[in-house]
Structure formats: structure tokens, C-alpha cells
């Protein structure tokens, strides 16, 4: 398995403001996915991230509001954009690891709350 | 497209008592199954996964899986619950090897003493 981190581990956030979620891997990735987990809730794919290549993301979700950047295979940063109360929320990283039946291990998450 | 339905958001069981949560799938292809299991303010934790080397899957604390692909099901089971076991479990889905999980809603397992 890996060793995910991420940073920061919690924020409380003002509307209309953007925060940046890091996330560092122990080892070289090619493909790192983010998820959005609302309160009380599953865990929504927000995007997959390559390195080299422009994010792809999932239905309802856009770049605008969740720019991504994959600056090299250990590490990945979601920006929550011009945030409101609905992206309160954990938000979570997962490399995806080749070989190890494919087996997908989880940051500890980053809560945010927005006000 | 894939998906996972897991039947029944909640399930409450007494300590000791077998523990049951269902998942069926809907996969094309011969999918990649896991359970994974958050304890309240905590992060995911892989319980055990399906990667097509055996039916009957054996995973972390006392839990275990079965595939069956006549019934598109791969149901958690644990002979007998302990109060540690309450959280949420989800189960999760892919069906080509680097692509991302898809998550089924998650069931709150409670326990009782």
C-alpha cells in the first residue's frame, strides 16, 4: 500500500473564497482520482488526474470551480473554487495504484466547512 | 456503466449476532469489488476485496465476502458482531483495472449490547 497525505487536514472557509487541497504519495503514480464525501454521504468521483495531461472529470463537476494540477507522479492539488455552504464536505485523494488487484487506498481526507 | 446498490442504509445487530450487509453490482465485465469501512470521523479503510482469484474472500477483522456472479451480489458477512464493528461500510466497484471505484450509498451498521 501506499502512504497518502494530505494537506490541510481540516479548514473553515468563508464563502467566495478558494482553498487549495494537497495531496503527497510515497510513491510514483500515474493516475490519481479525487473524491467528495458530503456529509453523511458516499463518496462522489470528483476527477482523475494524469500526470502531463488536463484532469478529466466526472458529471457535475467542472474545472472552473475544481482546478486540479498534477505537477509530477508523487503529488496532485484540488482547488475548491469561490466556495458556498454545499462544498462543505471531506475531500479525499486516491492514487491509483497498477498491480495489487487494482486495490485504490485513501488520503485521511481534508474537512472542510464553508460559512 | 457500472454501479454498486447496496439494499438497506441501516442494519442493526446485537453483539455476537451474525452481521449481514448486501451489495449487488451491475458490471458488464467481470468487475473488481471491495468493501471498505470508515469509523466515525476517520478515513477508509480496505476491508477485503474481489479480484477474480477466489469466490470466497477473507478479509480484515473476521470479515469475509462471496462473489456470485449468478446473482451480481458480493454480500459482507461476520459470523459475530462486536461493538467495535459499528461504522459505515461501503462497497465500491470498478471494471477495468485503472479506472476509478465507484461507491455504493454505504450502510450504517450498528450494534447493540
Known amino acids: 500500500s501506499a502512504v497518502i497525505s494530505q494537506k490541510p487536514s481540516r479548514d473553515i472557509c468563508q464563502r467566495g473564497t478558494s482553498l487549495t487541497i494537497q495531496c503527497q504519495v510515497d510513491?510514483?503514480?500515474?493516475?490519481m482520482f479525487w473524491y467528495r464525501q458530503q456529509p453523511g454521504q458516499s463518496l462522489t468521483l470528483i476527477a482523475t488526474a494524469n500526470q502531463g495531461s488536463e484532469a478529466t472529470y466526472e458529471s457535475g463537476f467542472v474545472i472552473d470551480k475544481f482546478p486540479i494540477s498534477r505537477p509530477n507522479l508523487t503529488f496532485s492539488t484540488l482547488t475548491v473554487s469561490n466556495m458556498s455552504p454545499e462544498d462543505s464536505s471531506i475531500y479525499l485523494c486516491?492514487?491509483?495504484?497498477?498491480?495489487?488487484?487494482?486495490?485504490?487506498?485513501f488520503g485521511p481526507g481534508t474537512r472542510l466547512t464553508v460559512l | 456503466a457500472q454501479s454498486v446498490t447496496q439494499l438497506g442504509s441501516h442494519v442493526s445487530v446485537s453483539e455476537g449476532a451474525l452481521v449481514l450487509l448486501r451489495c449487488n453490482y451491475s458490471s458488464s465485465v467481470p468487475p473488481y469489488l471491495f468493501w471498505y469501512v470508515q469509523y466515525p470521523n476517520q478515513g477508509l479503510q480496505l476491508l477485503l476485496k474481489y479480484t477474480s482469484a477466489a469466490t470466497l474472500v477473507k478479509g480484515i477483522n473476521g470479515f469475509e465476502a462471496e462473489f456470485k456472479k449468478s446473482e451480481t451480489s458480493f454480500h459482507l458477512t461476520k459470523p459475530s458482531a462486536h461493538m467495535s464493528d459499528a461504522a459505515e461500510y461501503f462497497c465500491a466497484v470498478k471494471d477495468q483495472a485503472g479506472t476509478a471505484l465507484i461507491f455504493g450509498k454505504g450502510t450504517t451498521l450498528s450494534v447493540s449490547s
Open positions: 510513491s510514483q503514480v500515474t493516475m
Open positions: 486516491s492514487p491509483g495504484l497498477a498491480g495489487n488487484g487494482d486495490t485504490q487506498y
